[in-house]
């Protein structure tokens, strides 16, 4: 029977006869309509990034000039070229690569901490009872509605008594405890079947054994996920490095995007050069991981 | 049977101590997360309602006790509870176009047609994008002679002001929000999709249900709880709306996208007035845990299949 | 919850923050500083100086150039330079000096007031001697002052002019003024920009009239001088009066009409619309110049003075340059000060781009008697106008901008400019 499950269209089989009838002319007429849809839907959500990348390879002068009337020449540049993404290279005092490695060391480290600290915390909430343990659960998630806007000056404060200001750690120690991350973990870990952890423990595996050797490595859909939200997280961060580590050295790149907007001049080609830039890493890591990420994030919401 | 009173008994015997060890690993294993938020989050949250208590100049780090004052001048103010209704107003815009848009989409990528790899990607693919950057570039397709009004112009339709209007700002910003996060709500949706046992459709068809009616009364009540999910998700980031604001209106026209965060940040970072700053910030932090109950109970699910 | 493991959290928490919140105020603000330009420097280490500004690439060199001249004339003493974009430049200033760990010396505009009552700012009397400011501009002075005292020193300035499409107004046979006498009355502005205004469908093809900032009060405040209304009392405290008079809201009237009625002018005008042809006069600043040299070499453009009602009145103003009161070395952060602003200011006149405000740089500089720099520096010295130097100065920009921005967008005139003036005079009363 075809089906279409979740609309719950049931449509009868095809009739013996395979000839043009009502029926199949109307699901083809559906199946059009959907596809039809379907392409919108993606030309709209495609659009900004698209002419964002074109904006990349104009000229300056060209980037707004082709937009009345609407032609193909809004979207494909008049004249192509590398020039936005070279000046990009030139930049002083560091070619825009230093603060696209700056963006990917914070990350990755805020990264790779976050998943060992927080799926510690998620196996504990999810598996080992203790007295107030649930209580705690909820008071950690509590913190996630407190916007960050409310935290800063507090906490750049506390960066100041370290003397942590302009440095990579300021950028990256506050950000490893996440309750997201415990929250999304566990939900993953009370899924698996206790089975697996009691085996372990039978061949000798002591507790943490038990969860280092053999829960971890059996989450990796959770863990790609909250993974790659955690990359996201710090590689779109903006207010707080611009608050606490502006300078050069330790600059990442969406600060950097901030200076090429100035009082004087809005340098518009290298916003777009570097937008596409910064987009690109996050691009090709969710390209390749989705299949994870798709398959962590659709679990998590289950529970 | 047998295997799981001989499991017991091994588990017994390994940890003699029994519960003691679970703690005692608990400990460790919570710490590094449990110091982390303390010293970062809590912290300062109370460091945060001090300074609420407070006269703070943010410049001359001049701090002057004043008590409940502060909140007392927050009840009585005009424009935080104007800025609270428009992020309440956002939120509620947001909340809907996500999930009718998140379910739309989540449906009609859940069929095998051509190129759903290339579809899932498109839709997906803003979220991977930088608000900062984004916002940015929106402002320019917004501009009254910026690519969405060539569009418009393009099929007949007369060109709008967009960002310049306080009837459509923040219907403007909402569309900006709904481009950006939708795409996770279809994933999350998507999930909640597939858990649906296709068996049901199957049986409800061969009752006679229509699509309507399978999709209202299999469909709907059992994604309950991804529903719950994902209006929580999206109220609690909707409702901390900022960054936008920031790039796009600075609170206008008219006070129409004049966000809480927005002034929050902007009274304390640019008027310097921290203390009355950190009160606001309290104040969206008890109204935010009060909508976050309400939705609790609303989408409470006690559906099992 | 278990009791004990809430109130061990509790302690554990009290404690922590407890530390913390010693470590970290005490005291938070300019403080005596912790690290850098320690008092007791050791002999033989370089003196530091953190000097910050807000500029672009070519603003740092042409800034580092003057450090490093300072720093061969002054052995022992290293000045690093930093440079924050302008958009995040006071909120950066404003942590930085919360956190106990603001610049020596650094760029300062129409804030000089808001920062000085602060605390942010060392007074300068007993440095500025009645010598140094004789040779400034007057209004360049404006600034820079508080209550009675001096807290800045001019760096620069900028003066506003109307850049014209040269071919447009040939081929309209509109001739282009260039001395501030001929300078278009408010009608005869009007008139050009609807001329040359173009309308093609239901779109603007061509936008008669524009200015290259946005909409704010550096923009629109000139109009209400040309018609002899100011926004603020002369003590800066009031709104009422002066900013709700018949000649404040007769000059938004007719500005926001450009926008509504004229359409002339748009709010939200295409970036580069003026060099790409998409608008044929622009309200720019003095710098505009070299932004249209660097990226628009060809374009033929003219430059027309600020138009004028029943007085002229160009809007001016520019970066200054303050001291930190909490720094080490006040005496030496001053001879930097005062080598930025005045010994080298012919060089940095020269190299920024930005207009001297130093009468003698202005006579000796050749460049200052041809055009368009010769009808910038009139307008500074006859017509310039300046923000005012209140020490809210941010709320009252935003609120300005707000009502501006209202009222080019269709917005009741006396309504805006009511609300306005209410929240201005609650906040100003304070001030």
């Given at each position: 029977m075809a089906s279409s499950a979740h609309t719950g269209t049931v449509l009868p089989a095809r009739p013996a006869h395979a000839h043009l009838d009502t029926l199949t002319v109307r699901r083809f007429a559906l199946r059009a309509t959907r596809y039809a849809i379907m392409l919108v839907l993606a030309v709209f959500f495609l659009l900004p990034y698209v002419w964002m990348m074109s904006g990349s390879l104009r000229t300056q002068n060209e980037i707004f000039a082709n937009l009345f009337p609407l032609s193909i020449w809004t979207f494909i540049p008049k004249q192509w070229t590398l020039a936005s993404y070279q000046a990009l290279l030139q930049l002083q005092p560091f070619p825009f690569t230093h603060y696209v490695l700056n963006s990917l060391f914070v990350a990755f480290t805020v990264t790779l901490l976050s998943l060992i600290v927080n799926s510690c915390a998620a196996y504990v909430f999810a598996r080992i009872r203790f007295p107030g343990r649930d209580a705690l659960f909820v008071v950690f998630l509590a913190t996630m509605v407190i916007p960050f806007e409310v935290l800063a000056i507090p906490l750049y404060l506390e960066m100041r008594a370290l003397h942590w200001t302009d440095t990579y750690q300021a950028l990256i120690v506050p950000f490893i405890a996440s309750p997201l991350g415990m929250f999304l973990l566990r939900q993953f870990f009370l899924g698996l079947p206790r089975e697996l952890e009691e085996a372990a423990r039978i061949d000798g595996c002591s507790l943490f054994g038990a969860f280092w050797r053999v829960v971890l490595p059996n989450a990796t859909p959770a863990l790609i996920a909250f993974g790659l939200i955690r990359f996201q997280f710090s590689w779109d961060a903006f207010i707080w490095p611009l608050i606490v580590a502006p300078s050069p050295p330790v600059r990442v790149i969406q600060v950097a995007i901030a200076s090429f907007d100035s009082d004087q001049l809005v340098q518009w080609d290298l916003i777009f050069a570097a937008a596409v830039l910064a987009s690109l890493p996050i691009v090709l890591l969710f390209a390749f991981l989705q299949r994870y990420y798709v398959q962590g994030v659709v679990t998590s919401g289950l529970k | 049977m047998v295997r799981q009173n001989a499991a017991a008994a091994v588990l017994r015997k390994l940890s003699p101590t029994g519960q003691p060890e679970a703690y005692w690993v608990a400990f460790w294993l919570l710490l590094p997360a449990a110091a982390g938020l303390i010293i970062f989050t809590f912290v300062p949250i109370v460091y945060a309602f001090w300074i609420s208590l407070h006269d703070y100049q943010l410049l001359s780090g001049q701090l002057t006790w004043t008590g409940a004052a502060n909140y007392v001048r927050l009840l009585s103010d005009p424009s935080v509870t104007k800025a609270l209704v428009v992020s309440l107003l956002y939120t509620v815009i947001s909340v809907v176009a996500q999930v009718v848009l998140g379910l739309g989409l989540a449906l009609l990528v859940s069929e095998r047609v051509r190129g759903l790899g290339f579809f899932r990607a498109a839709y997906f693919l803003p979220v991977v994008a930088s608000l900062v950057v984004m916002a940015t570039i929106w402002k320019f397709l917004y501009a009254e002679s910026g690519l969405f009004n060539a569009i418009l112009q393009t099929v007949g339709l007369p060109s709008q002001p967009f960002l310049k209007s306080a009837d459509q700002a923040l219907l403007s910003i909402a569309a900006l929000g709904v481009w950006k996060f939708v795409g996770f709500n279809m994933l999350v949706l998507l999930g909640g999709l597939q858990a649906i046992p296709a068996d049901l459709y199957e049986s409800a068809g061969l009752d006679g249900a229509g699509a309507i009616q399978r999709f209202a009364y299999i469909t709907l009540p059992l994604l309950k709880r991804v529903l719950l999910f994902v209006v929580v998700m999206t109220s609690i980031e909707s409702f901390k709306l900022f960054t936008p604001v920031y790039v796009m209106t600075t609170g206008g026209p008219q006070d129409s996208t004049d966000a809480i965060v927005f002034q929050i940040f902007r009274t304390g970072f640019r008027y310097y007035e921290l203390g009355y700053a950190a009160a606001m910030s309290f104040l969206l932090l008890a109204v935010v845990v009060i909508l976050m109950w309400f939705q609790f109970r609303a989408l409470r699910s006690d559906v099992e299949y | 919850m278990g009791i004990r493991a809430r109130s061990f959290l509790a302690g554990r928490t009290l404690v922590v923050s407890m530390v913390l919140l010693g470590a970290a105020c005490s005291p938070p603000g300019p403080t005596a500083p912790a690290a850098s330009g320690g008092a007791a420097a050791p002999a033989g280490a370089p003196t530091q100086l953190k000097v910050w500004i807000s500029g672009t690439a070519e603003l740092d060199t042409a800034m580092n150039k003057i450090l490093s001249q300072f720093q061969a004339e002054n052995p022992g003493v290293s000045a690093t330079l930093e440079d924050y974009p302008f958009a995040q430049y006071y909120e950066k200033l404003t942590t930085a000096f919360a956190g106990g760990s603001g610049p020596d010396v650094y760029w300062i505009d129409i804030r000089t007031a808001e920062f000085a009552k602060r605390g942010a700012l060392l007074p300068l009397d007993k440095y500025v001697s009645d010598d140094w400011t004789s040779d400034v501009l007057p209004v360049a002075l404006k600034e820079g002052m508080w209550n009675g005292k001096r807290y800045s020193v001019p760096m620069h300035e900028l003066a506003n002019g109307i850049f014209v499409n040269k071919a447009l107004f040939a081929q309209a046979g509109i001739p282009v003024p260039h001395d501030l006498k001929d300078a278009w009355t408010w009608d005869q502005l009007r008139q050009i920009a609807m001329k040359l205004t173009e309308r093609a469908g239901g779109t603007t093809t061509r936008w008669g009239f524009g200015s290259q900032r946005d909409i704010g009060d550096w923009v629109v405040l000139p109009y209400l001088f040309q018609n002899g209304a100011t926004p603020l009392s002369p003590d800066f405290?009031?709104?009422?009066?002066?900013?709700?008079?018949s000649q404040s809201i007769e000059a938004l009237t007719w500005w926001g009409k450009l926008f509504t009625e004229d359409k002339v002018a748009t709010a939200s005008p295409a970036p580069d619309a003026f060099p790409t042809g998409t608008m044929a006069m622009i309200d720019a600043v003095s710098t505009y110049v070299i932004a249209l040299q660097r990226q628009y070499p060809n374009l033929a453009y003219d430059i027309a003075p600020a138009p004028r009602n029943k007085q002229c009145a160009v809007m001016t103003g520019g970066f200054n340059v303050g001291i930190n009161?909490?720094?080490?070395q006040p005496d030496l952060a001053w001879k930097l000060t005062d080598y930025m602003s005045r010994v080298k200011h012919a060089q940095w006149a020269e190299d920024s781009g930005y207009l001297p405000d130093r009468k003698s740089v202005m006579a000796s500089g050749s460049k200052y008697k041809e055009q368009p720099w010769k009808l910038f520096m009139d307008e500074l010295a006859q017509c310039g106008v300046s923000r005012p130097p209140t020490s809210e100065y941010s709320f009252f920009a935003d609120t300005f901008q707000a009502m501006a921005k209202d009222i080019a967008g269709g917005a009741d005139v006396k309504a805006s400019v009511t609300k306005a003036a209410t929240a201005l005079d609650a906040r100003l009363s304070a001030s």
């Open positions: - | - | 405290k009031t709104a009422s009066r002066y900013l709700d008079s009161p909490a720094t080490a």
